[in-house]
DNA sequence: GGATAACTGGACATTCTTGTCTTCTTTACG
DNA sequence: CGTAAAGAAGACAAGAATGTCCAGTTATCC
């Protein structure tokens, strides 16, 4: 239900959040999230008109997010590359019904609400920081001792 | 976000569901839920297939919702014909991931699992029965006056 | 049983999403 | 300044979703 460019968005995001201060360019944004190369630049492309990521052009070069992951949540991610359109006014255009929809397009509306509320209280630094034996885009599980817990292992880089 | 399927699917339910014992032919569906006739037909057919309708073909024929709108639910309407696919391994393939999602596909999921608590808990009764002013597919608002109030409006037929 | 009404199924067209490729521009560094 | 690294932009290709059309099948009625 969402779209794959949503679901892109989103790992190129999380991805950039585990590197902040390090720009990463396409490549290897595409090597960690497994995005298609050609595709991902159209994504990183709506990212940073979105003012979600910034991008330098030339040698070191790179994407970096433009803001910290402590306030960029779920929902700026996927409004910037592919917004989720709450029902405004009724799809059958019936004058009538105006403003106030009819009790089916209310519940499918109050569902989008809900997903938009969900997505507006998480933040990107919430997704890393939440301890978990599954690591964001990381190919291995946590050690289950507490070796190496100091930070967030890196991963797929 | 919901596919212009499901948006048809759904307002051919409710109609059907306002028409129990009289069973509706395309072109009545299609004239009252303003759904392209000819895409609606294969709306119909999917719904059909899943068992939310029945057909029947010949003179005096149509569709008829095949269960009692008490019981169908939005959810079993949307799973018809475009069902809501949770996420249930990593969309990376990672390995390490399998059943255990990582937080950001876990958040998604969760997401997806609230629209479709909120489409099971939904019959199409209750939303024909809901007291408002929009009516279901109906061109006219309900009068404010309690003249006519025995049953629901009909509508678009 | 013929005519008519209606669904069924398949082929086709259109549009949108996803994905690829190539060329251009910008930047850093020697 | 020249070269290489990198993003920007546009054209194009493939696939899926949406939409249209038509011939085939089933059911009813006279």
Known sequence: MFSQTVEYALRAAVFLASKIGAPQTNEQISAATLVPA????????????????????????????????????????????????????????????????????????????EVERAFASTTLFEILAEPTKSVPLCKFPLPTSDQGRAKAPACRD
Do not use: M, W
């Open 38 to 113: 050609a595709y991902l630049s159209k994504v990183l492309q709506n990212l940073s008109r979105g003012g979600i990521v910034q991008a330098q052009r030339g040698k070191h070069g790179g994407f970096s997010l433009a803001r910290s992951p402590r306030e960029l949540t779920i929902l700026e991610v996927v409004t910037a590359v592919d917004p989720i359109e709450r029902i405004r006014t009724c799809p059958l255009g019936l004058k009538a019904h105006g403003v106030r929809l009819c009790p089916l397009h209310k519940r499918l509306d109050n569902a989008l609400a």
